[in-house]
């Protein structure tokens, strides 16, 4: 039987079955492409709109396979690609990922992926001997899908799975977009008949997945990015398979100078990971300078992008005594002629001028914090971040001081150059130096200073400034530069905050490695639960 007499005698044959005859190559009876397009905002040839792009959607809607008409298989095959720009992990070769299944497993990535696809006139259960039905086998990066179904001259919404290991996701490029997985999507068309007799179409494909949001590390006063390698955090960030970036590098400045640096550098981090979403876990000032970021900054961002949880580790959100100390003495020192300490260590008047202050110094004080907190605080973005803060005590035997054993602060020298070598040559004027720090913030509530002045040598006088402590009730534990009640933001941000913890004891921490791995495993648990309530794995 020719392709004539088929076209001729198959309305006949399908009377009672269907409406209208299947289409099938001359059959001139139902009306062209074209004039069943759908005016949208963008070609639409289906009564489907394709669903929001974003970043676990990802969206095709013109290609040379899309919107083809009806098309033979001698048009065919019908190839189209998708695009990810998502940074998810380590990758293969080929863009595929190379922990998968680790990632999988811990529940930072779906196991699957869905690709969607509007398909036209498929006539999948037609009856028309002695011919098969309709055939147009899909595959995605070369996986067979199986077939397209649908009904003769519909539109039908086609969903498939994927097992995520074939999903090729993007490469990242720090300081640059990310180089996209192209994933490609051919149909071949009528696969089950030896003579070509059925046509079809797509409209678009969208291709959908949950993957974990990644991590930006913010390190504190003094320091740099390479912090959080040197203390471990990352070590268990990778070792969870969490992606992250601690590239920033902030120099000395105060809060509101860094706020603005970060906002120069937090958008083309996330562009970096092709994301709508991002964590960010804060270390010491890194958290004032953060906050100050959230809430100046982040409102002009929020429609590129979302600030998910904010994790501060030791912040000084109340202030710090020994701050305060500093920055009393500085400014005695200006206008006095002997500086005298009451109700501190000894060595105190000697310790302090060693210190010195910096520019970022002033915004750690007590008096600067308070202000800051009454001002900051009512701008914070908290319905879209959530705050987590974590606090620490450095006498980890419970003895009321820092000792060399146990080595107690260790990890502090190795964040410190000048302790690390005092170390060297004497353990302990080291050990009675961050001894002395600790004493003054487990001991002191509030500083205050006085001026006299006194005769000296019969014909001048001199100035004095005396520069008191006011000695608290009860020790209070620290870390040697924060105090917990200041890390939890008592009476400030701990009204805000989610989830607190607290190192203390044997299982206690200094100001460095309060952002150790132990501390990375307490909280990425807080970041895939809020990822999992109001992120990109709900």
Known sequence: ?????????????????????????????????????????????????????????????????????CTFRSGGPLVFEIKVDRVVGELNPDGTLKNAAALVAAGLLSPKATITIPAFDIDFNAVVPPFQPERDRITFNGEDLGFLTGDNNIWKLNTFEIDISKVKFAQRNAGGVPTPGVNTVRVDIDVANADELWCMSMDWGALAFKAISPVILIHGNNSNGGFWDRQGFTTELRRQLIPFDNSINMVTSPVAANGATLAGLIPNIVKSFGVDSVHVVVHSKGGLDTREYLAVHQPANNGTFKILSYTSLSTPHNGSMGADVLVT?????????????????????????????????????????????????????????????????????????????????????????????????????????????????????????????????????????????????????????????????????????SRTATFTGAAGRNHSNVANGGVAATVIPWIVDVEKSRGDLR
């Open 1 to 69: 039987m020719g392709k004539g007499i088929v076209v001729i005698f198959l309305p006949v044959l399908l009377c009672g079955q269907s409406t209208q005859a299947p289409r099938l190559r001359g059959d001139k009876a139902h009306p062209p492409k074209a004039e069943l397009r759908i005016t949208a905002s963008g070609p639409r040839t289906s009564p489907f709109e394709p669903p929001e792009a974003n970043d676990i959607t990802y969206v095709t809607d013109a290609s040379p396979g899309l919107d083809t008409g």
């Open 329 to 497: 003495r500085a400014a005695a020192a200006a206008v006095a002629d002997r500086i005298e300490f009451v109700n501190f260590p000894n060595y105190t008047r000697q310790l302090a001028a060693l210190l010195g202050t910096d520019a970022g110094t002033p915004n750690l004080t007590t008096g600067f914090t308070a202000g800051f907190n009454a001002a900051n605080i009512p701008l914070l973005p908290v319905a879209d971040t959530k705050f987590n803060t974590v606090a620490a005590d450095a006498d980890t035997n419970g003895n009321g001081m820092i000792d060399n054993v146990p080595d107690e602060y260790r990890d502090l020298r190795t964040e410190s150059g000048a302790l690390s070598n005092i170390y060297s040559v004497n353990q302990g004027l080291a050990r009675f130096i961050i001894d002395a720090v600790y004493q003054i913030l487990r001991n002191t509530t509030a500083v205050a200073v006085t001026y006299r002045t006194e005769p000296y040598l019969v014909v001048f006088t001199r100035t004095i400034a005396t520069i008191t402590g006011t000695p608290s009730a009860q020790p209070i534990p620290n870390d040697t530069l924060v105090t917990i009640p200041s890390g939890q933001g008592v009476g400030g941000i701990q009204g805000i905050t």
